[in-house]
T-cell receptor, first 118, second 112 residues
Framework: GAVVSQHPSWVICKSGTSVKIECRSL??????MFWYRQFPKQSLMLMAT?????????EQGVEKDKFLINHASLTLSTLTVTSAHPEDSSFYIC??????????????FGQGTRLTVV | DAKTTQPPSMDCAEGRAANLPCNHS???????VYWYRQIHSQGPQYIIH???NNETNEMASLIITEDRKSSTLILPHATLRDTAVYYC?????????????FGQGTRLTINP
């Protein structure tokens, strides 16, 4: 299957700082990327959908000014958590779909990024 | 909101078949049934998907009822490495309907 890589795998940052998480599709063009957040013992919650070259669409309740998403190329999307607070500590996961990936086949997921805000 | 209902947890003995049920009574005609699993602290892994016919691949089999209101994922010979949370998801076609909305899933524990 196609490969999606997230970086970093984990990060610890101080409260009030910003953190950028990268999501790359390594062997296909990701026209659409999805960002999820997962708290301990809970399911994945979709945060936003980004299409290459256009603004991301955020799910209800997700602050677009706090979680900045950029999808400037067909192989890279970034999520920036701005002014991070301890309650933003979570497991962030990206998923990608697009050209070269058959429609209605699986979306491919990154390995996730564990963010800890101290 | 997720459109599926799954039991929160199941246990299965190693080497036996694990049968994971999923109810999706409101599924529409153009929606597929997808199964993913998530091993602790990893990203979800695709298992299988289907529309109305039963499907089989190297990982599992998917049995969809004739009315499409429910399905069963079958792991034919479960191993300890199959311990994970299994998610059943319905997903539509087309550019605007590709997002996967996860429910609570079933936590499957394979016991030695």
């Amino acid at each position: 299957g196609a490969v999606v890589s997230q970086h970093p795998s984990w990060v610890i940052c101080k409260s009030g700082t910003s953190v950028k998480i990268e999501c790359r599709s390594l062997d296909f063009q990701a026209t659409t990327m999805f960002w999820y957040r997962q708290f301990p013992k809970q399911s994945l919650m979709l945060m936003a959908t980004s299409n290459e070259g256009s603004k991301a669409t955020y799910e209800q309740g997700v602050e677009k000014d706090k979680f900045l998403i950029n999808h400037a190329s067909l192989t890279l999307s970034t999520l920036t958590v701005t002014s991070a607070h301890p309650e933003d500590s979570s497991f962030y996961i990206c998923s990608a779909s697009g050209a070269g990936v058959r429609e209605n086949t699986e979306a491919f997921f990154g390995q996730g990024t564990r963010l800890t805000v101290v | 909101d997720a459109k599926t209902t799954q039991p929160p947890s199941m246990d299965c003995a190693e080497g036996r078949a694990a049968n994971l049920p999923c109810n999706h009574s409101t599924i529409s005609g153009n929606e597929y049934v997808y199964w993913y699993r998530q091993i602790h602290s990893q990203g979800p892994q695709y298992i299988i998907h289907g529309l109305k016919n039963n499907e089989t691949n190297e990982m599992a089999s998917l049995i969809i009822t004739e009315d499409r209101k429910s399905s069963t994922l079958i792991l034919p010979h479960a191993t300890l490495r199959d311990t994970a949370v299994y998610y059943c998801i319905v997903r539509g076609r087309g550019q605007g309907a590709q997002k996967l909305v996860f429910g609570q899933g079933t936590r499957l524990t394979i016991n030695p």
